[in-house]
């Protein structure tokens, strides 16, 4: 009995503790799955390549968000929000970076996020890593591109209510973005057609963000009108995370609100992943179309590796409340 007492003691504690873990883009889970996903869509004279590196292009699928601890410039890289600029951003926000450093400043575009700009810089480092047949650059720059493009495809990664602080709805960035995938990605449908090349990347970047953040209102209101209709004791529940008991919105929870979104997870994936393959596409034809065959017998070297595993140390043993910018 007193066991019993302890124990819905500790689950009482846990309920009302606030749910203070960051709010990973897409989820490790998801952001991995896009990349592979990706691998896919690519060329015959690509595919190859990348399908040996594939467990390298998903497992790093995740860097830039464990960078975040080490890198006090990376967090503006992931999101963008928009409409900080008013109320026809699109209109008023120059494409170019130059053009928007003259307008509003670059402490300004980093403090409310510079996503778009990020993927153009991205796809220039990965085409001259192409060029210079660089086997580290390309697998680290294909993978971090894989990240960014990703978050620019998430609604909550463009607006200042990122997290639903501003609405009463603190939580719902994990929520979209990375409850709903653990659950439902597996039946999702992956065959997306093959890469294309992308004429203009910075076009494709800011696409990617006017298509997401058409979705914010959706994304917060069905949420809003489900919790004010929903059973308070049902909406979360508590799982077992590895030796952790965490708690999570509950399955049924996540089951209706997928339903409100009628798809819009699954619609998302699926675009990041062939603008993904067809990113990569581009900046291996814009680099010269580089026979990727001469990589056969080579794997990424140890200097490489180190650098990796520093990286790893340091998200490890990072502070998360240093963090600045969409960081809840």
Do not use: C
């Not at 951003?89 to 403090?111: C, G, H, M, Q, R």
């Amino acid at each position: 009995m007193r066991k019993f007492i302890l124990i819905l003691f500790l689950a009482l504690l846990l309920f009302f503790i606030p749910n203070n873990q960051p709010a990973y883009s897409w989820g490790f889970y998801a952001h991995q799955k896009i990349n592979r996903m990706a691998v896919f869509t690519l060329p015959a004279e690509m595919i190859g390549f990348y399908k040996k590196h594939i467990e390298y292009i998903s497992q790093h699928a995740v860097d830039p968000d464990k960078r975040r601890y080490a890198n006090p410039d990376e967090a503006p890289r992931h999101y963008i929000d928009i409409d900080h600029y008013g109320s026809f951003p699109f209109d008023s926000v120059p494409k170019f970076w130059k053009s928007a450093i003259k307008k509003y400043s670059e402490d300004t575009l980093k403090a409310y996020g510079i996503v778009p700009w990020h993927i153009e810089k991205m796809v220039y480092r990965l085409t001259e890593a192409f060029k210079d047949e660089n086997l580290d650059l390309i697998l680290h720059y294909s993978a971090d591109l894989g990240h960014y493009i990703a978050d620019s495809h998430v609604p909550l990664h463009t607006t200042e209510n990122y997290n639903g602080q501003m609405t009463n709805q603190k939580g719902i960035h994990g929520f979209w973005e990375s409850r709903i995938p653990e659950m439902k990605s597996e039946g999702y449908d992956y065959w997306i057609g093959k890469a294309k090349y992308i004429d203009k990347p910075i076009d494709a970047a800011w696409n990617a963000v006017k298509t997401s953040h058409a979705a914010v209102d959706s994304v917060l209101r069905f949420e809003a009108e489900l919790n004010a209709k929903y059973p308070q004791d049902k909406k979360y529940s508590f799982e077992n995370r590895g030796a952790t008991i965490m708690k999570v919105y509950s399955k049924e929870y996540t089951e209706d609100y997928d339903k409100l979104l009628n798809g819009m997870v699954e619609r998302r994936m699926r675009a990041a992943i062939i603008s993904i393959g067809s990113l990569w596409y581009t900046a291996w034809i814009n680099a010269g179309k580089p026979n990727l065959n001469r990589f056969n017998d080579k794997d990424i070297s140890d200097s490489l590796k180190l650098a990796q595993k520093a990286e790893e140390e340091l998200w490890k043993n990072g502070n998360r409340s240093e963090i600045k910018g969409h960081n809840d």
